[in-house]
């Protein structure tokens, strides 16, 4: 996938969703879940899964502090503190 996809997403706070196969699982109007810590999309329908390609690097970095937002505050802190005498 495409990194600037992937940021775009996670710059919203948004986990994007990506798993190969998994419209062989799911119909369109399904409900799905998605559990992250495990790693896997499932249909409560017919409890089948595929598992999700997982964050990494930046963008996991931006969507853990909520969004990109979060992420250049708490820099801007940083460097403020570090340039305060």
């Given at each position: 996938?495409v990194?600037?996809y992937?940021?775009?997403?996670?710059g919203?706070?948004v986990?994007?969703?990506?798993?190969?196969?998994?419209?062989q699982?799911?119909?369109?109007?399904?409900e799905?879940?998605?559990?992250?810590?495990?790693?896997?999309?499932r249909?409560p329908?017919?409890?089948?899964?595929?598992?999700?390609?997982?964050?990494?690097?930046?963008p996991?970095?931006?969507?853990?502090?909520?969004?990109?937002?979060?992420v250049?505050?708490?820099?801007?802190?940083?460097?403020?503190?570090?340039?305060?005498?």
């Amino acid at each position: 996938m495409v990194r600037i996809y992937l940021r775009n997403y996670a710059g919203l706070g948004v986990y994007p969703v990506l798993s190969k196969g998994v419209n062989q699982i799911l119909n369109e109007r399904d409900e799905i879940e998605i559990d992250l810590e495990r790693g896997e999309v499932r249909s409560p329908k017919n409890r089948k899964s595929r598992f999700l390609e997982s964050l990494c690097g930046k963008p996991l970095e931006i969507f853990n502090s909520n969004g990109i937002h979060s992420v250049f505050n708490k820099k801007v802190e940083e460097e403020s503190k570090s340039t305060r005498i």
